[in-house]
């Protein structure tokens, strides 16, 4: 076997536990103190246990996602920030976006583009938008903290720089919301044309590339980090030894190649052209991500292998976190049409709403749209499921980004291990079987093996 071989075997192979355990130790200690990450003894591989009792409802922890990207088509509804997922701008900026973009020109659409304030919305302020200090206008962000760290994880690489991208009404509602970005920057894409093509196959077949393609600029950004910007001039081993320290993060996540292991929907008879599709489908997608990442697919050439950049669809895939973050937008209808006991704020209720009700009208039944995508969250990966779970994902008002939020459903004891459904738990056991099957496996919890 080539050394190249080798690497791509290593970058496929799930790492030794020995190896995970600092760096699971290095999260927990500062995500969540009271929990642990081990081996389970029923043969779920790792899992993620109290050190110490926990009560009902309590927080067990909140934690980032290390990677995620909101969907494609809910950017068209949602302007949110490209890092962290809370909404941004403004309630006037909001609804402005979501009916400009669903082809509302006219009336109280365009006044809200012309700046119209609309009434209470200065009770959810929300931050301004700052823009991509690359110019581009494909991502936007709620602070230039949260420009600079996307910047420096990936977008510098994947950033497609100034273009003039978007309609005339989508940029002046940007310009009118935007706050100075960071100081401007030069793209690091090795090729913005083939960037660009890469960014619009993901939009028309699968956005989970564009997640795929933020994975990997991460792991090579790391990498130069510690070669130290000399990426060419130091040798294939310091290479490789710098991308196998990049990649821990995504070593230690829960993974295998998306076309061999993702479940056969019901409808599909054929599975083998299926799974040659997705394939396909991939390959396309690396075809156009290699140009546009050239000097790194050169450096860290494992990383760009088919069954690797597989491999890292797999595990958004097979992980199947959703980021939502709950909808500004609803909680402001709910302020303006939920009547008041106060008799003076009721009479301005009502003046609200004679603005208000054309718009919601035009906003329909998806007025609380959430900001919705994909992201990768290290330890919320670690934990198994139970069709009998004794922690839930639950978000509360103040939960108002895109982080990971977990709770206790119940009393858990120290030592016990904390588990969460993957499905609609409350399921018969063949339906409950049936949809464990998207993630690959045969449920082993006590309530399916006392079946
Ligand atoms: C998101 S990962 C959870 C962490 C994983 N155990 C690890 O070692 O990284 C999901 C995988 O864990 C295993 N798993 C989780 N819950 C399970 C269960 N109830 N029964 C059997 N295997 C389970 C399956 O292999 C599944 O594909």
Not at 145 to 174: I, K, M, P, V, Y
Not at 242 to 250: D, E, I, R, T, V
Not at 278 to 301: G, I, T, Y
Not at 399 to 417: C, T, Y
Request: aromatic residues 8%; glycine residues 6%; hydrophobic residues 40%.
């Amino acid at each position: 076997m080539s050394s190249s071989d080798n690497h791509v075997q290593y970058l496929l192979a799930p790492l030794e536990y020995t190896l995970a355990k600092p760096f699971l130790d290095q999260i927990t200690s500062s995500t969540a103190p009271a929990l642990e990450v081990r081996q389970t003894s029923d043969g779920k591989g790792k899992g993620v246990f109290a050190r110490q009792g926990v009560s009902e409802d309590e927080l067990l922890f909140r934690e980032r996602a290390l990677v995620g990207a909101q969907h494609s088509s809910n950017k068209a509804e949602i302007l949110a920030c490209s890092q962290c997922f809370c909404f941004v701008g403004s309630i006037e900026a909001q609804i402005a976006w979501r009916l400009t973009n669903e082809g509302h020109a006219g009336g109280t659409v365009q006044r809200l583009q012309q700046g119209l304030k609309l009434p209470f919305s200065d009770q959810f302020s929300l931050p301004p938008i700052v823009s991509c200090p690359g110019g581009c206008t494909d991502e936007v962000y709620c602070s230039r903290a949260c420009a600079d760290a996307a910047w420096t994880e990936h977008h510098s690489l994947l950033c497609c720089g100034r273009d003039d991208q978007g309609s005339a009404q989508q940029r002046t509602l940007l310009d009118r919301g935007t706050a100075s970005s960071s100081e401007s920057r030069e793209t690091a894409c090795s090729n913005v044309g083939a960037m660009r093509e890469f960014r619009e196959f993901a939009d028309a077949t699968n956005d989970i590339f564009h997640v795929a393609a933020r994975a990997t600029a991460r792991v090579c950004l790391h990498a130069q980090a510690q070669l130290q910007g000399a990426m060419h001039t130091l040798g294939e081993e310091q290479a490789w030894t710098a991308l196998q320290q990049a990649w821990l993060p995504f070593a230690v996540g829960w993974k295998a190649v998306w076309w061999e292991s993702i479940a056969v929907p019901e409808d599909i008879e054929d599975e083998a052209t299926f799974r040659a599709e997705l394939r396909d489908l991939a390959e396309e997608s690396l075809d156009l991500l290699k140009p546009a990442l050239a000097a790194q697919a050169s450096a860290f050439p494992a990383l760009f292998d088919l069954r690797v950049y597989g491999s890292i669809i797999g595990m958004f895939e097979l992980n199947n976190l959703g980021m939502v973050v709950p909808s500004v937008v609803e909680r402001y209808l709910l302020h303006v049409y939920m009547d008041r006991a106060d008799p003076e704020i009721l009479a301005q209720q009502h003046a609200a709403r004679k603005i208000l009700d054309p718009l919601r009208e035009q906003l329909g039944d998806a007025y609380d749209q959430p900001c919705e995508g994909t992201a990768f969250y290290s330890l919320q990966s670690c934990i198994n499921h139970s069709c009998d779970p004794n922690a839930h994902a639950m978000k509360g008002p103040e939960d108002l980004d895109g982080s990971a939020v977990l709770l206790a459903k119940r009393g858990i004891n120290a030592g016990e291990e904390i588990t969460i459904s993957y499905i609609d738990e409350s399921m018969e056991y063949e339906d409950r079987r049936v949809a464990l099957l998207d993630y690959g496996f045969e449920c082993r919890c006590v309530r399916c093996r006392n079946i």
